[in-house]
């Protein structure tokens, strides 16, 4: 078992940034991709961006690509979503997710979820 929590959400205006963090627990933390999905009010869950175990290589959503940056800290076990330029549609709960392997944009994939942070972008 892996155990996620999120935190760092909260409200902020169009054009601020916010930085999420994840912390995980339980199982080898190098082991698992990491990825952050995001769900809007009214629609489904959505994939916004992914590490691989390492750290070297990661992917993102087209909608935040060049606003957000995710990282990884292998020693404290947290993976960190940096959020700069958001905007009113950025508006969602997020969630980290882990995943034994590689990662992939197929939230029904991923092996474990946190319960997720409020992100609110006021305009």
């Known amino acids: 078992q892996v155990q996620l929590v999120e935190s760092g959400g909260g409200l902020v205006q169009a054009g601020g940034s916010l930085r999420l963090s994840c912390a995980a627990s339980g199982r080898t933390f190098n082991n698992y991709a990491m990825g952050w999905f995001r769900q809007a009010p009214g629609k489904e869950r959505e994939f916004a961006a992914a590490i691989s175990r390492s750290g070297s290589s990661t992917t993102y959503a087209d909608s935040v690509k060049g606003r957000f940056t995710i990282s990884r800290d292998n020693v404290k076990n947290t993976v960190y979503l940096q959020m700069n330029s958001l905007k009113p549609e950025d508006t969602a709960v997020y969630s980290c997710?882990?995943?034994?392997?590689?990662?992939?944009?197929?939230?029904?994939?991923?092996?474990?979820w946190g319960q997720g942070t409020q992100v609110t972008v006021s305009s």
């Open positions: 997710a882990a995943r034994n392997g590689g990662w992939t944009a197929t939230k029904r994939a991923w092996d474990y």
